[in-house]
């Protein structure tokens, strides 16, 4: 049933009506009128006056729509009772132009300055949205009542609007995911240019490196550094989280971390008690948020006298590995970096012969070498015991290999980084 213009009070429902619409202008809006003809859906439009005309026969309508524009005080608080008793016959209203504000007594919401019903010009809902509200109205109003009416919604028609914005949402999310992936691996090359490019292999010793980050980039980082014809410094740092925030920190330790002075022509090297002490007090005095903490293990070695000195802030105990024997763990005490600024470390020398290897590594690789037992103390698993007697590289990558064979009965993998050092 199509009914073009305004229809005055002698004119009332007699068969059922998809949309009645209400309007004090002369006409609807054409883009509304092809909507309608388009779905083929029926319409009624009267003046806001006319309502008690069809206040009985109400169970003829699917959903009203009203256009509120220009109406004046009197005509606006009709239109309170209009709201009103259309909601005890649940039946949807689709409130145009602007929301009236007056006090309505709602039967299912609570008393509220403002109409209930959905607001929105025609210039700010598109016709496509105007529709879906008519359609949830309508087959609202058919699951409340007896009413067989035909579906008014086209099921193709929904499904490729609904399709095309999720078509729309999925590109949007997957260009923010490819620029985010981007961001991190290019975030994982510049760290990577803070890991040495070459380590300082000799006739005397040789080194090798593992770095697995959890993703993209790494909360731990490495050094070795030849600082003079004898003295070798190295360590592995790792900062209490992993992931971007702890990666940022990791900077900082490389470039805060310093291992000897220089003072005109003359310089000295520090002891590595020295190292952590001066790291903590650079990495307190930031007073960093967030991922503020970090451990490390700082060592020098002497290549002429074969002396290994360390030293230890809240790190995993390197592991000296000798031939014949078991696998050892130097232990020393030493607190964490960035808590107390005034922290002491302390530190040990051993004495190296060749054939000796050093294992520094950080927490991340710790189940990959053994576990902590509360009674009997730290056990070397044997599978890390087996690859112990390789040369240091070979080490290296066997013990790479065993972590991509374990990482899967592991709860959760941490960045695993290693340094190893073999006296030849």
């Avoid at 509200?133 to 009413?147: F, G, K, L, M, T």
């Avoid at 923010?176 to 090359?189: F, T, Y």
């Avoid at 002429?304 to 078991?326: D, M, S, V, W």
């Avoid at 690789?365 to 044997?382: L, S």
Wanted: net charge negative; proline share 5%; hydrophobic share 40%.
């Amino acid at each position: 049933m199509e009914k073009a213009g305004l229809l005055n009070g002698t004119e009332v429902l007699k068969s059922f009506t998809d949309v009645l619409y209400f309007t004090k202008q002369d006409q609807i809006p054409p883009e509304v009128r092809r909507l309608f003809k388009e779905k083929k859906a029926s319409y009624l439009v009267l003046p806001i006056d006319e309502y008690p005309h069809v206040r009985n026969r109400l169970d003829l309508i699917g959903t009203v729509v009203i256009d509120a524009k220009d109406l004046n005080a009197t005509q606006q608080q009709k239109l309170a009772g209009i709201i009103e008793s259309l909601e005890t016959e649940n039946i949807g209203v689709i409130l145009l132009t602007s929301r009236v504000e007056l006090p309505i007594k709602s039967f299912s919401l609570s008393p509220t300055r403002t109409s209930f019903s959905m607001a929105g010009t025609l210039e700010s809902v598109s016709i496509d949205e105007l529709w879906v509200r008519i359609s949830v109205n309508i087959a609202c109003r058919q699951r409340s009542s007896s009413i067989t009416a035909r579906p008014t919604i086209p099921t193709k028609h929904l499904q490729r609007i609904y399709r095309n914005k999720l078509a729309e949402q999925l590109s949007m999310t997957e260009a923010l995911v490819d620029n985010l992936a981007e961001q991190l691996r290019l975030a994982s090359l510049v760290q990577q240019d803070f890991l040495p490019a070459q380590l300082p292999n000799s006739d005397k010793v040789r080194w090798a490196a593992v770095f697995l980050p959890a993703e993209w980039v790494s909360g731990d980082i490495y050094n070795v550094v030849r600082i003079d014809e004898q003295h070798i410094g190295f360590y592995v740092a790792d900062v209490v989280g992993h992931g971007m925030p702890a990666a940022l920190l990791t900077i900082f330790l490389k470039q805060a971390l310093v291992m000897r002075e220089t003072v005109e022509n003359n310089y000295r090297i520090f002891s590595p008690a020295e190292v952590m002490k001066n790291l903590n007090i650079r990495m307190s005095g930031q007073k960093l948020s967030g991922y503020q903490f970090a451990t490390c293990c700082y060592c020098l070695l002497n290549t002429q006298k074969l002396e290994l000195t360390f030293a230890r802030a809240g790190h995993p105990y390197p592991i000296l590995i000798r031939p014949g024997e078991q696998p050892q763990q130097l232990e020393i005490r030493g607190p964490l970096l960035g808590i107390f600024k005034e922290a002491e470390y302390i530190q040990n020398t051993i004495r190296v012969q060749r054939g000796d290897k050093l294992w520094l590594y950080s927490d991340g690789a710790e189940p990959f070498t053994g576990y902590f037992d509360d009674q009997t103390g730290f056990h070397f698993n044997e599978e890390f015991c087996k690859i112990t007697n390789l040369p240091v590289g070979e080490m290296a990558d066997c013990f790479k290999a065993l972590v991509q064979k374990q990482k899967d009965n592991i709860p959760e993998i941490d960045d695993i980084t290693v340094v190893g050092l073999e006296i030849l």
